[in-house]
């Protein structure tokens, strides 16, 4: 089975300066992984995703992560943070070799907020 | 193009009632996945259908609980006789294709047992 950890509940960051938000995951085989952004009584939205390739990947309003598989992490980053990037940010995965329950959804962890400072 | 679509937004049921949420997924999409948030929680997978199939229900609770994803219409996620636990927001998200693809998910339904 996989599972993702988020360990921050809260970042906090001034506006301008680089952020970061933590996920490292657990798997049995290789990840497919995800970010998600979601703000107040909305829906998630998609940021980006690690499929193969390219350690880095770049996503959607300027952010990027980076997949490192010794770490088994998939830290998401910004180099210049905004205010309107306060929201609510899940990291999730699926196991690309589990064919078991639950194989076609994706296992999130339970969430980092940003909070963005003027 | 529109996107995910769920209705109602917002749900109150008393207990013992029934609850039925609707998902419509984005054009061309055929891969439809129902999700439950608790406050506070991260999602959690309930069940992946196609159309007129229910490929995965390993998340769903074996009592209560149904989805469906007719040939024509939304996909239906059906509560019966709500409990109060069940209070939640239940998010449908779709995709074009399995596993590597992303989801894309819909606003969300907030069901309140009262």
């Known amino acids: 089975a996989q599972s993702v950890a988020q360990p921050e509940d809260q970042v906090n960051v001034a506006e301008g300066n680089p952020l970061t938000v933590k996920c490292t995951y657990s798997?049995?085989?290789?990840?497919?992984l995800f970010w998600y952004v979601q703000y107040p009584n909305r829906g998630l939205q998609f940021l980006l995703k690690?499929?193969?390739?390219?350690?880095l990947v770049k996503g959607s309003y300027g952010f990027e992560a980076e997949f490192n598989k010794s770490q088994t992490s998939f830290h998401l980053k910004k180099p210049s943070a905004l205010v309107s990037d306060s929201a609510l940010y899940f990291c999730?995965?699926?196991?690309?070799?589990?064919?078991?329950?639950?194989?076609?959804?994706?296992?999130f962890g339970k969430g980092t907020h940003l909070i963005i400072q003027p | 193009n529109a996107g995910v679509m769920q209705n109602p937004r917002h749900l109150v049921r008393r207990r013992g009632q029934e609850a039925r949420l609707r998902c419509s997924p984005m054009k061309g999409h055929s891969h439809v996945y129902w999700y439950r948030q608790l406050p506070e929680e991260g999602l959690k997978f309930m069940v992946y259908l196609q159309k007129e199939n229910i490929i995965d229900e390993s998340g769903m609770p074996k009592e209560r609980f149904s989805a469906e994803f007719p040939k024509e219409g939304p996909s239906i996620l059906r509560i019966q006789q709500v409990v109060r636990g069940d209070s939640a927001a239940y998010f449908c998200a779709s995709s074009l294709g399995r596993l590597s693809y992303e989801q894309y998910f819909g606003p969300g339904t907030r069901l309140t047992v009262t």
């Open positions: 798997v049995s085989g290789n990840p497919y």
């Open positions: 690690y499929i193969t390739g390219d350690n």
């Open positions: 999730a995965v699926r196991d690309i070799e589990w064919s078991g329950g639950g194989a076609d959804g994706l296992t």
